[in-house]
């Protein structure tokens, strides 16, 4: 397993050159925050799910994810062409099954109530979050927010959505100081209302 993730580290690096997958320029520096980072919390996971990454940019965490757990069926979105190509190209190189990505805004993206899982790193804050992911999820489906310090002010400032939306925290599980997962469930259909368009999840949370 270390050596795929060893491999593919070096490729997301490799790429950054040239196109903005990373803020981490070191392959130590990156292995450090995107790769373990990515990995602080498997033991979180089921061994097997049908699982959406949103805004995948560089693969973390769902490449990380799916090295660790081979038996994951994971689709990764993201809005930007070239981190899409990019994904697909690792994903082939470094011999995956069971993982692909493909190029489209959340806005887009219409595979509602498919997913048991739904995971996001450094995408936007929960109360948006909430609202992009919820209609992925089938009912009893988990979002797994990759979250830092602030967690519990995420939450406090995501209540309402809560609320509308027909989910609830399960769990929180933090690492150090620094990190941190929030796990959502949805119990009931989302309205088929959300996500509302114009962006309006990131302009005007609920």
Not at 2 to 14: C, F
Not at 26 to 43: A, H, M, P, Q, Y
Not at 67 to 88: E, H, R
Request: hydrophobic share 40%.
């Amino acid at each position: 397993m270390e050596g795929l993730l060893r491999r593919y580290n070096s490729d997301l690096v490799e790429k950054n050159k040239t196109m903005n997958l990373t803020a981490h320029k070191t392959e130590e520096d990156s292995w450090t925050n995107n790769i373990v980072d990515s990995l602080l919390f498997v033991k979180e996971f089921p061994n097997k799910a049908k699982v959406l990454d949103l805004g995948s940019g560089g693969g973390c965490p769902a490449i990380p994810l799916k090295i660790a757990l081979p038996n994951l069926d994971i689709t990764m979105l993201d809005s930007v062409n070239k981190k899409v190509g990019f994904l697909n190209d690792v994903i082939q190189s470094l011999g995956l099954s069971g993982i692909h990505a493909i190029h489209t805004r959340i806005e887009d993206f219409k595979e509602f109530g498919k997913f048991d899982l739904v995971t996001a790193r450094a995408v936007a804050p929960l109360q948006t979050l909430l609202e992009y992911t919820m209609p992925f999820l089938k009912v009893g489906g988990l979002l797994f927010a990759f979250k830092g310090s602030k967690w519990q002010e995420e939450i406090d400032a995501s209540k309402n959505a809560l609320r509308l939306l027909g989910c609830e925290v399960k769990d929180i599980k933090t690492h150090g100081e620094t990190r941190s997962l929030i796990i959502i469930q949805k119990n009931k259909p989302t309205d088929k209302k959300y996500p509302r368009g114009k962006n309006l999840p990131r302009v005007k949370p609920l």
